[in-house]
C-alpha cells in the first residue's frame, strides 16, 4: 500500500523558515512520480504551491511563494522536501504532499503550518 506521510509543520514567526518533509512508502519506483505540495486555508480551496517533474526536475511555483520556496526530492531516500523562507502570515494553512503518476494522485494527510506572531 503506497503512503505519504508529511511532516516538519509547526508555529513560526513572520519572517522565519521551516522545512517540511514527505516520506513515501509501499512505492516500487518513487522517482516515476512526478511530486508536488499543495495548500489550503481556511475556508479556501486547494491551491498548488511547488511542483517537480519526474522526468528532467523541471519546478514550477506559484506566485506568491516564489523566491521563498524550493521543492527538493530525494528518490534514493523516497522523500520529497519543501523549504519555505520568509514566511508571511497568508502562508498559514494545512501543507500537503502529493505523489502522481498515469494511474492518478496519491496524497499524504498534510500538516499544518501556522505564521503567527
Known amino acids: 500500500q503506497v503512503q505519504l506521510v508529511e511532516s516538519g509543520g509547526g508555529l513560526v514567526q513572520p519572517g522565519g523558515s521551516l522545512t517540511l518533509s514527505c516520506a513515501a512508502s509501499?512505492?516500487?519506483?518513487?522517482?516515476?512520480?512526478?511530486v508536488s505540495w499543495y495548500r489550503q486555508a481556511p475556508a479556501q480551496e486547494r491551491e498548488l504551491v511547488a511542483s517537480?517533474?519526474?522526468?528532467?526536475?523541471?519546478?514550477n511555483y506559484a506566485d506568491s511563494v516564489k523566491g521563498r520556496f524550493y521543492i527538493s526530492r530525494d528518490d534514493a531516500k523516497n522523500s520529497v522536501h519543501l523549504q519555505m523562507n520568509n514566511l508571511k502570515y497568508e502562508d498559514t494553512a494545512v501543507y500537503y504532499c502529493?505523489?502522481?503518476?498515469?494511474?492518478?494522485?496519491?496524497w499524504g494527510q498534510g500538516t499544518q503550518v501556522t505564521v503567527s506572531s
Open positions: 502529493k505523489a502522481e503518476r498515469s494511474l492518478g494522485p496519491i
Open positions: 509501499g512505492f516500487t519506483f518513487f522517482s516515476a512520480y512526478d
Open positions: 517537480m517533474a519526474r522526468a528532467d526536475g523541471t519546478t
